[in-house]
Nanobody, 115 residues
Framework: QVQLVESGGGLVQPGGSLRLSCAAS????????MGWYRQAPGKQRELVAT???????IYGASVKGRFTISRDNAKNTVYLQLNSLRPEDTAAYYC?????????WGQGTQVTVSS
């Protein structure tokens, strides 16, 4: 079955960096578009970034130029590098893929940006 397991969240000061990882299983990873989304308390879940099977990327407007999505097909893992973090980046970050007409989500990893 499809599994997405995120890791790498934590507490970081404004201006700091984190790298999130999402380990995937249960499907042919190299063929799948993978995405990162985030949800802050009281707000809707929003797109952070996606990466296609060929490596093409799309970023949400609020993170463009600060965050970088990448993938390692040999490790079935997608990464999200978060730089220049701001308090408004505080949220639960979720890994996502659409496989066989079903949207799959990981359990989420919390990122808190605070001094």
């Amino acid at each position: 079955q499809v599994q997405l397991v995120e890791s790498g969240g934590g507490l970081v000061q404004p201006g700091g960096s984190l790298r999130l990882s999402c380990a995937a299983s249960g499907f042919i990873f190299s063929r799948q578009t993978m995405g990162w989304y985030r949800q802050a308390p009281g707000k809707q879940r929003e797109l952070v970034a996606t990466i296609g099977s060929g490596g093409s990327t799309i970023y949400g407007a609020s993170v463009k130029g600060r965050f970088t999505i990448s993938r390692d097909n040999a490790k079935n893992t997608v990464y999200l590098q978060l730089n220049s973090l701001r308090p408004e980046d505080t949220a639960a970050y979720y890994c996502n893929t659409l496989y066989s007409w079903t949207n799959y989500w990981g359990q989420g990893t919390q990122v808190t940006v605070s001094s």
